[in-house]
């Protein structure tokens, strides 16, 4: 069974801080990785698909197969970045639904 | 970019009424469109895939007769909370795609049951 973890609830720094948001997956086959982002009163945006390997407001996610892991780091935290951040996982083969982690809060404070 | 629109953004109903919330594809057709509800301080939970012309697939615990999904368009999935119940307040939010492409979701539908 698909399942996706972000062990981290909350996760809490400071302005200028380097931030990373873990996110570790379960799937016996070869997953699509996405982070969605979900600013307060706002729709879940996709932030990053592992398939572009783009840097988006900054921030940037390696899959590491082996480590089963799709973490999302930035070297530099802004106070806009405070958020909800999911991790979701999609199975390669044709379009699938989504599978959501449980999210991590992030706030920056300044 | 593509945009989903959801409405209402909002909705209180009485106890034992049912309500209808849209989820609309703006810019493209969406074959297939899932259901979320999503509680206070927590994740998505999938509720349902949403395939244009055919039946809905609930996932498990879900229970299809009271939550009646409808896709009888490429841009248009509907889903009625029949018998509204106060533990059916919630927040729900549909996404939508195409193949192979990333989903993309509406702004959700608030809705409590009084």
């Known amino acids: 069974a698909q399942r996706v973890t972000q062990p981290e609830k909350l996760l809490s720094v400071f302005k200028g801080a380097p931030v990373e948001l873990k996110c570790n997956y379960s799937?016996?086959?070869?997953?699509?990785l996405f982070w969605y982002v979900q600013y307060s009163r706002q729709r879940l945006q996709l932030l990053l698909r592992h398939i572009s390997r783009e840097s988006i407001k900054g921030f940037t996610a390696d899959l590491n197969k082996g480590e089963t892991s799709f973490h999302l780091k930035k070297p530099f935290a802004q106070e806009e970045d405070s958020a909800m951040y999911y991790c979701a996982l999609r199975q390669n083969t044709g379009f699938q639904k989504l599978v959501f982690g449980t999210g991590t809060r992030l706030l920056v404070s300044p | 970019g593509a945009v989903v629109s959801q409405h209402p953004s909002w909705v209180i109903c009485k106890s034992g009424t049912s309500v209808k919330i849209e989820c609309r594809s703006l810019?493209?057709?969406?074959?297939?469109m899932f259901w979320y509800r999503q509680f206070p301080k927590q994740s998505l939970m999938l509720m349902a895939t949403s395939n244009e012309g055919s039946k809905a697939t609930y996932e498990q615990g879900v229970e299809k007769d009271k939550f009646l999904i409808n896709h009888a368009s490429l841009t248009l999935s509907t889903l009625t909370v029949t018998s509204a119940h106060p533990e059916d307040s919630s927040f729900y939010i549909c996404s939508a795609g195409t193949d192979n492409s990333p989903l993309h979701f509406g702004n959700g539908t608030r809705l409590t049951v009084t």
């Open positions: 799937y016996s086959g070869s997953p699509e």
């Open positions: 810019d493209f057709q969406a074959t297939t």
